[in-house]
């Protein structure tokens, strides 16, 4: 996996001055600009701009030509996280405090809007490198991509607030689509295909795939979420249970349980969030030890890990063999192959 | 003022339907759309939309090409409010509970995001009816608008974070020129004549029209704020008090204050919103009386209406006499005289 890690480390140091471009030279620092940096410091490996370029050189095109959209990519994931913080009531990302608990929810929800608009700003630079048509093309893209993300976290909030204890296992691979596969897999994958092959190439061919990667993704991130190493994790191990956050885990359980189990699982997700006591999370362990309900999340997430494997080969059949095919195979199992 | 009121009408009859069909057919509806919905038709007048199709159709440019980009200015303008009250927390928007209050910070942040990117999908059928080209130079405008006001909005919250009591005048009057100006007047007024004239015209000579004409407005709106009629204004008589909102009428307090009233204030305001008394706020609007603070507020608010109304005439002066331009001599006069 070195040679993994290098590549997404090239592709970081290819995307990072243009999202540091952006913040150079502006006004307001300490509420504003500075705050920005500091999120996109701590951003993670660079999933989305890396599928994102592997993509366009896959199909023969050139990698600078995808650098503008790989960095709105960045940029825009980054202004989710800040956001869904606040949305989620979590408490830490990457092992430090979210921005809204260091710095308070006003600055913290302009923040995130200066980060959505200034990856707005980024697919602008398209416009030099592919030329105004297309550069809406990619425009197109972005739209689907952020309402489809904006809908999937208003069914998420929506479930929690109105303590939905019926959701089934569809219901979640439908909110996984919509949160997560679009913007984290389908979407750079069909950008990164566009700019390589024009307008006329037929980009349908990424659903599939970025689906099966992204709910393997999601689902495994879930099951991390309560058995993982908090140190690894870098967030509370345990807090999607405390944030009532509806997951396959839960969907899983919530057919399972009956009689008063099922009533007192109803009761402790509709107390709000500080209302929960340590004891009754220790007893959500207990359930879902007693019906497995991890286990069948692990499963699953192995089962669609592999089918999006196989998947690949039917997306990328028309991308000749080569170091950039072979990274995409690298990052697909890399990233469904996250360790516990 | 009536024919004004018809055509400001005439202009959300034309607006309204291309936002509704931003929302059509799309799902979640309770968590998502529905919210999105409500807070569309709790729209105000239309300034801002009305102000581009007017200044397109005075430079002799066709209304329906500047659907499109009034239809988003309108959008974000409604994204921004959903956002703003939650960061200043403010309880009233439009004589009803803020969108936060009625539906919780989580969803409220998610509404506010999808509000600012179906301002972007608006900006994708500018294509079909100025081109690509220009549909780029219209998202130039959009992406300095959008920095600018979010940059404002961080130096505001950053001012009433840390306390700052020692803004200036001329601090007050940049915040404004940024988080009110260019989206409110100066922008809308570009937008227009950029697609009325084409990309080589010169657009640099709204921004001190738009200035003056936001500055008064802004002014007017903070006096208003605290000795408004609450039922026209519609929103809490005071409220920038309580939440410590920096004002012209502050920062011509704060230079006259001195010894024991300036440690006072500074007490008064370092404290948070939830804690300040009604005392406090009611001692407040006697140091206001005392130094005339809202009088000199309201008198730079004349000044620069007619400053405003006189510029227009430079601004404008490309564009034949005529009932476009009578209107935006009427909408320059109503914005700034509304009552108090």
Chains 1, 2 share one sequence.
């Not at 990328?316 to 890399?334: H, M, Q, S, T």
């Amino acid at each position: 996996m070195r040679a993994l890690e290098d590549r997404l480390g090239a592709v970081r140091a290819l995307v990072a001055p243009r999202l540091q471009a952006a913040l150079a030279d502006r006004e307001p620092r300490a509420h504003l600009y500075d705050l920005i940096a500091r999120a996109l410091e701590r951003a993670g490996k660079g999933l989305r701009p890396s599928l994102c370029i592997a993509t366009t050189r896959a199909f023969g095109g050139d990698e600078a030509h995808a650098v503008p959209s790989a960095a709105a990519l960045e940029m825009l994931h980054n202004a989710f996280l800040v956001h869904d913080d606040i949305e989620d009531g979590s408490e830490r990302r990457r092992d430090q405090p979210a921005m809204y608990v260091e710095h308070g929810v006003p600055l913290a929800v302009n923040v995130g809007d200066a980060m959505q608009a200034l990856s707005l700003r980024m697919l602008k630079d398209n416009v030099k490198v592919v030329g105004p048509e297309v550069a809406w093309r990619i425009v197109d893209e972005f739209d689907h991509m952020l309402m489809q993300s904006l809908e999937g976290q208003a069914m998420e909030l929506g479930w929690v607030r109105d303590n939905d204890c019926s959701i089934t296992d569809d219901d979640y691979l439908l909110l996984v689509l919509k949160k997560t596969c679009w913007y984290s897999f389908i979407h750079p994958c069909r950008i990164g295909a566009l700019i390589a092959r024009g307008p006329g190439y037929d980009l349908g061919r990424f659903d599939r795939f970025g689906f099966l990667l992204g709910a393997a993704f999601q689902i495994q991130d879930d099951v991390l979420n309560l058995i993982g190493d908090g140190k690894k994790y870098g967030k509370e191990i345990g807090g999607d249970l405390w944030e009532g956050k509806r997951t396959l885990i839960l969907s899983h359980l919530f057919r399972q349980v009956t009689g008063t189990d099922a009533a007192r699982l109803r009761d402790v997700f509709a107390k709000p969030r500080d209302r929960r006591l340590p004891r009754e999370i220790g007893w959500l362990y207990e359930l879902l030890a007693q019906h497995r309900s991890i286990d069948f999340a692990r499963d699953a997430a192995a089962r669609l890990a592999s089918a999006a494997l196989q998947e690949m080969e039917t997306a990328y059949a028309d991308a000749p063999e080569g170091e950039d095919k072979d990274f995409i195979r690298n990052l697909v199992r890399y990233t469904v192959e996250r360790s516990v």
